[in-house]
């Protein structure tokens, strides 16, 4: 009867053993062609570190990766630690868990939340949450999302920074009562936009 080593099964040339260490796939990363980086992302015995570095060229791997959930209990100061870049990769993965998210958006680095702000699909609760932050370039980007909800068309439209009310008057669905607003906004590039979509004071709009 074979014994538990003949039961695993060999790993293909030059791709890390299943049970390859820690130290082993550290050793293995160096120079090693973008098969056996990815592969090493998806190990579950790849060093945390090593996991944020590799998430900036293959964050789908690294999502992957079985170990992952346990590292995120076991390791949460490590993870935090992540650079912006390699945040905001993982979070613009469409299959991103909402705690990657939620790591972008706590993340100091602005990149991190610019690339949640760009996911096709949010929850309600992500949009509101990121509607709500300082930087009127973020609010921007999502007043543009195809998931806005009206509370947050509404709150848009009379947002205190013009560039945030000049991406909401791009979108192609604004109810009558909104776009009656926008074309008599203080700022002329929205008024202009507006005229030029077919929606000016003059306009064939409703």
Same mark, same amino acid.
Not at 141 to 169: I, K, M
Not at 173 to 179: G, R, T
């Given at each position: !009867?074979?014994?538990?080593?003949?039961?695993?099964?060999?790993?293909?040339?030059?791709?890390?053993?299943?049970?390859?260490?820690?130290?082993?796939?550290? $050793?293995? *990363? /160096?120079?090693?062609?973008?098969?056996?980086?990815?592969? &090493?992302?998806? /190990?579950?015995?790849?060093? *945390?570190?090593?996991?944020?570095?590799?998430?900036?060229?293959?964050?789908?791997?690294?999502?992957?990766?079985?170990?992952?959930?346990?590292?995120?209990?076991?390791?949460?100061?490590?993870?935090?630690?992540? @650079?912006?870049?390699a945040v905001s990769r993982l979070a613009a993965v469409d299959t991103a868990?909402?705690?990657?998210?939620?790591?972008? !958006? $706590? /993340?100091?680095?602005?990149?991190?939340?610019?690339? &949640? +702000?760009?996911?096709? $699909?949010? @929850?309600?609760?992500?949009?509101?949450?990121?509607?709500?932050?300082?930087?009127?370039?973020?609010?921007? +980007?999502?007043?543009?999302?195809?998931?806005? @909800?009206?509370?947050? *068309?509404?709150?848009? @439209?009379?947002?205190?920074?013009?560039?945030?009310?000049?991406?909401?008057?791009?979108?192609?669905?604004?109810?009558?009562?909104?776009?009656?607003?926008? $074309? *008599?906004?203080?700022?002329?590039?929205?008024?202009?936009?507006?005229?030029?979509?077919?929606?000016?004071?003059?306009?064939?709009?409703?």
């Open positions: !009867m074979p014994g538990p080593a003949a039961l695993t099964p060999p790993a293909a040339p030059g791709l890390p053993a299943p049970d390859a260490t820690s130290a082993e796939l550290l $050793r293995l *990363v /160096h120079g090693a062609p973008p098969p056996v980086l990815e592969a &090493v992302a998806r /190990h579950p015995n790849a060093p *945390v570190t090593l996991l944020g570095e590799l998430a900036v060229t293959f964050p789908e791997a690294v999502l992957a990766n079985p170990a992952l959930p346990l590292l995120r209990l076991a390791q949460a100061g490590q993870i935090r630690a992540w @650079s912006g870049l868990p909402e705690w990657v998210q939620e790591l972008a !958006m $706590r /993340h100091p680095d602005r990149q991190a939340r610019w690339a &949640v +702000a760009g996911r096709v $699909r949010l @929850s309600p609760e992500r949009l509101a949450q990121l509607a709500g932050w300082g930087e009127w370039q973020l609010r921007a +980007a999502v007043a543009q999302h195809p998931d806005l @909800s009206a509370e947050l *068309v509404e709150r848009f @439209s009379t947002d205190g920074e013009y560039g945030v009310r000049l991406a909401l008057s791009a979108r192609t669905d604004l109810p009558p009562h909104i776009l009656r607003r926008l $074309r *008599v906004d203080p700022h002329p590039l929205i008024r202009r936009r507006l005229q030029l979509q077919g929606f000016g004071m003059t306009g064939t709009g409703p």
